[in-house]
Nanobody, 129 residues
Framework: QVQLVESGGGLVQTGGSLRLSCTASGGTFSSYAMGWFRQAPGKEREFVAAISWSGGSTYYTESVKGRFTISRDNAKNTVYLQMNSLEPEDTAVYYC??????????????????????WGQGTQVTVSS
């Protein structure tokens, strides 16, 4: 059974940085496309970033381009989300998600939460103004 565990969330001031980590166990991490999603209070879960199973392609929602960077280390079964220049609007619970089977897709499919097989429990990110 695949498990995803996020870490690295916390409280940070506007303009600060955080790095989220998501470590997988119980499966073949190198075959997973990985994504980060977030959900703010009273809002629907939204796509943040994704990375292909090979690491060769990355995808970002417009609001985080230039500020967030997704990366992966297959030797550590871990995907990262480096978040810089954080804004209060980035406050949310951040979830990592995985889709197995050496998935090849587009921005649209990597951004679709319904296409992911595995989910972590979430980590809270709070940005104070």
């Amino acid at each position: 059974q695949v498990q995803l565990v996020e870490s690295g969330g916390g409280l940070v001031q506007t303009g600060g940085s955080l790095r989220l980590s998501c470590t997988a166990s119980g499966g073949t991490f190198s075959s997973y496309a990985m994504g980060w999603f977030r959900q703010a209070p009273g809002k629907e879960r939204e796509f943040v970033a994704a990375i292909s199973w090979s690491g060769g392609s990355t995808y970002y929602t417009e609001s985080v381009k230039g500020r967030f960077t997704i990366s992966r280390d297959n030797a550590k079964n871990t995907v990262y989300l480096q978040m810089n220049s954080l804004e209060p609007e980035d406050t949310a619970v951040y979830y990592c998600a995985g889709r197995g089977g050496y998935y090849r897709g587009t921005y649209t499919t990597h951004a679709d939460s319904r296409l992911y097989d595995y989910w972590g429990q979430g980590t809270q990110v709070t940005v104070s103004s």
